[in-house]
């Protein structure tokens, strides 16, 4: 099995993705594709006591880099050899099996996108981002690649995030919630109430709507919404739990005895900080894309691209690709009914 | 100076609503009105010691009581003597300055509309919730009242939020952000990307868009949103805190050192609890309507409850229906111009 790396993608550079690429290559018996500067990338691996390339690494060059600040689609249209467009085409032509960016998610899903393309049915592929819970993990799509989504877009993100939990966490029906307002299933915005109805159509396990309180509850397996609501959960539940530690570490610094008491329980905040870290959950696959793609996040360190590295491996073994198109295929009368019916009633 | 409290509002029932009023009507000065059934809040009273009322409490008997799982809008039609309803027709007569309630939101909305009817020009009243952040609070609104918002509603949340915090908070030119899910202006749903244009055009000190990380740390004053967006992350907001408490709870418990380490750093998690404690926030303005109306959260106690009464009595004082009213009449040809403007892009 080949997996391409976008081996500059994300904030630190080279270093923790070549890193990250030396582990998967060791352990998990695969090979990697570093895509990027050929130079640069040379030098990390000199560096790091790789002057020869180990057997199962390889190198492909990319010279260009995607503009974070400028248009995704025009960046990626433009820059064939920028490294996150040379990963999606690599899978595209059967020389990759799948590729991991930590990179600009944006771009990726654009690549991803103008390089796979869709799997047949799919018509807006989602982020699907694993959140850290209190009794585990919650997969949440779509992460922010659908600002604005239909009833049809959600119900099928139902459908993907069931696979996806299936194939990686083992989950024989994961459970699945919509985002709402309220538990009643009156009660959220048109698009929320458009959708719940056909939830019990398509052959998942749902079990009703997701206040927000409860998005980090842990018990339900995939939360689906729109990708507006989406990425701003994700990124409050970053943003408020460093607040929170802020504020605790601020009232802590005031009181000497605290201090002590803080040093004391220092294991059970590490612990804690390590059940939340998002590097342990594999990326976030890009789902509906006619490949694996998965991305992980610009903080990405080796641990987090090692294992967003074997999540891509196992969605290939598992022919998480072919699970979804056959779902698709199969569900193709039920989503155009659907389709059908809530056309009517907007008209 | 008169309120009127809704004063079996609320998950604890009569006591915490009784101490609250009788709190207020000392420390504050003014009458409290206390709407609900009369025997049952005579029996709290007496039980509190006051079997004779003091001179600035007085009861306004309502017997009903709204089922909170049925429509709020056929409650409120159906039953004249729900304390809710009382409370904002007490308002409408002139026979009370302002209302609190910590019962139903949707209800105590419902009721304040129907009773006390919109400021004019205010096309939907918000519910406006102040939040705890890193800094002090921020104001977000809308909570939960419109799960659809367009352009013009969320242009309108802006200006009511900016009087509040001006009002209540004394901060002369309040910072006004817009929740989306970019730094760039061009991102956002459809939503958003039709507000923010207009944003500069309406008086207020607009700074651009809060991104969910940014939503608790207190840099922006005013942060609005659709009713369906605001809900879930004020209610994602008391959830996620809670989880991390539970999580850091638990990982205290499994080693003997770390809970000797909490005793000792018990008073810097005590000033934390305190510092988000909503009960200190003086409770959530239904903005937009015509009188003061203040909603508190249902688990409120007695200290949320006189907050909530005094925050309704600086309103009054401080005129802020006469405000709103005055920068609605003010704005109405900018509102007009744009709302046509938003019109011809749509078609």
Redesign the interface.
Same mark, same amino acid.
């Given at each position: 099995m080949k997996i391409a790396l976008d081996a500059l993608g994300g904030d630190f550079g080279a270093k923790p993705n070549v890193l990250g690429a030396l582990k998967a290559a060791k352990e998990l018996k695969l090979e990697v594709i570093l895509v990027g500067n050929e130079a640069v990338l040379r030098e990390e691996l000199k560096t790091l006591g790789y002057a020869d390339l180990p057997k199962n690494i390889s190198i492909v060059h990319a010279p260009q880099t995607i503009d974070m600040?400028a248009e995704p689609a025009k960046e990626c249209r433009s820059k064939k050899n920028a490294s996150i467009v040379v990963c999606a085409n690599l899978v595209r032509r059967g020389q990759a099996d799948a590729f991991v960016s930590a990179g600009h998610s944006g771009a990726a899903m654009v690549a991803a996108l103008f390089g796979m393309g869709r799997i047949k049915g799919v018509q807006r592929p989602a982020i699907a981002t694993p959140m850290p @819970?209190?009794k585990g993990v919650s997969l949440l799509l779509d992460g922010?690649a659908n %600002?604005?989504c239909k009833p049809i877009h959600l119900l099928q993100f139902a459908v993907m995030g069931s696979a996806y939990m299936q194939k990686v966490f083992d989950i024989p029906a994961p459970s699945v919630g919509i985002?709402?307002?309220g538990e009643?299933e009156t009660?959220?915005?048109?698009l929320?109430k458009h959708t719940i109805p056909h939830m019990r159509e398509i052959g998942v396990n749902f079990k009703g709507t997701v206040?927000?309180?409860?998005?980090?509850?842990g018990d339900t397996d995939v939360i689906v919404c729109?990708?507006?609501?989406g990425?701003?959960? *994700?990124?409050?539940?970053?943003?408020?739990?460093? @607040?929170?530690i802020?504020?605790?570490k601020r009232?802590?610094k005031?009181?000497p005895?605290?201090v *002590?008491? %803080? *040093?004391?329980?220092?294991?059970?905040?590490k612990?804690?900080k390590n059940?939340?870290n998002p590097d342990c959950y594999g990326g976030a696959p890009l789902v509906g894309v006619n490949g694996v793609a998965i991305i992980s996040h610009g903080k990405s360190n080796d641990f987090a691209i090692f294992n967003a590295i074997k999540t891509a491996a196992r969605l290939v073994e598992k022919d998480f690709i072919g699970d979804i198109a056959a779902k698709m295929a199969a569900l193709k009368p039920t989503f155009e009914a659907i389709e059908k019916e809530i056309h009517q009633e907007e008209a």
């Open positions: 600040g @819970t209190y922010g %600002a604005d985002l709402s307002i009643e009660k959220g915005n048109f929320v206040e927000g309180r409860d998005v980090n509850t729109d990708g507006f609501v990425n701003i959960v *994700l990124k409050m539940a970053e943003g408020l739990a460093k @607040t929170m802020q504020m605790i009232e802590i005031k009181r005895l605290a *002590l008491g %803080a *040093l004391l329980a220092k294991g059970a905040f612990a804690v059940h939340t």
